[in-house]
């Protein structure tokens, strides 16, 4: 498995790029794209035919993302997202659970569509989502990266309500919340023949600008 830190280079990166490609547009007199930054909660889980009886287990989310306006009702945004997910499983046949962990770097690409109320504004989105498993532990703290992928794949569909500030930079603060749902097999094939992600997150965004 990649290291943490060239997986997370990577998608830095991919941000920078696309970042890139979208200041010549800024330019304008009133700009469509911004920049912005996101963190929360999550609770997440496993599921297919290998898992039984798992639980939800929470975590951390965090990132930034890219805002293209492409009109009033409708935007696109790219995410680069931090998550720490996990999961607990109860083995009834040796009396214990059995919990793990994992650090995830996911890239989601948002389509967003937006109610004409401001400063209030309700949106809902939907898009796929690419994730990179950097690290999987179990809760013993030994390691489970032969047990599972490097890459993750997701759809993702939710909502958020949103209040214009426009003071300053700073033009928007938002709530959030989103369903992931796994739509890859996550185990390893030597280890797990069907194991996939579904995680619940709730996170609050700031907009700024650029």
């Known amino acids: 498995m990649q290291t943490a830190t060239s997986k997370l280079t990577a998608s830095i990166a991919t941000f920078a790029l696309l ?9 304008q007199a009133q700009s469509p794209v911004d920049l912005g930054v996101r963190g929360g ?28 306006q492409v009109n009033d009702a409708f935007a696109v945004q790219p995410e680069v997202l931090y998550s720490r997910r996990g999961t607990k499983n109860h083995n009834s ?27 209030v504004t309700p949106r ?27 890459v993750d794949f997701s759809g993702v569909v939710g909502g958020e309500i949103a209040y214009a500030l426009n003071k300053g930079p700073l033009s928007e ?28 997150t709730g996170t609050l965004s700031l907009r700024f600008d650029i």
């Not at 214990?96 to 890239?107: A, S």
């Not at 994730?131 to 179990?138: D, Y």
């Not at 390893?188 to 579904?198: G, H, I, K, L």
């Open 41 to 68: 909660l999550t609770q997440a889980t496993f599921y297919g035919d290998d898992v039984n009886s798992n639980d939800f287990r929470p975590g951390f989310t965090g990132g930034v993302f890219l805002n293209y």
């Open 93 to 119: 046949a040796a009396g214990n659970d059995i919990r793990v962990r994992q650090d995830v770097i996911e890239i989601p690409v948002l389509l967003k569509l937006s109610a004409p109320t401001a400063p």
């Open 19 to 27: 970042l890139g490609l979208a200041l010549p547009m800024s330019s």
């Open 173 to 200: 603060i938002a709530v959030d919340g989103r369903y992931n749902l796994g739509l890859a097999n996550l185990g390893d094939a030597n280890n797990f023949e069907d194991v996939r992600t579904s995680a619940f």
């Open 124 to 150: 809902l989105y939907v898009g796929p989502a690419l994730g990179f498993v950097t690290n999987s532990e179990l809760g013993n703290g030994n390691d489970a990266d032969d047990s599972f992928t490097d």
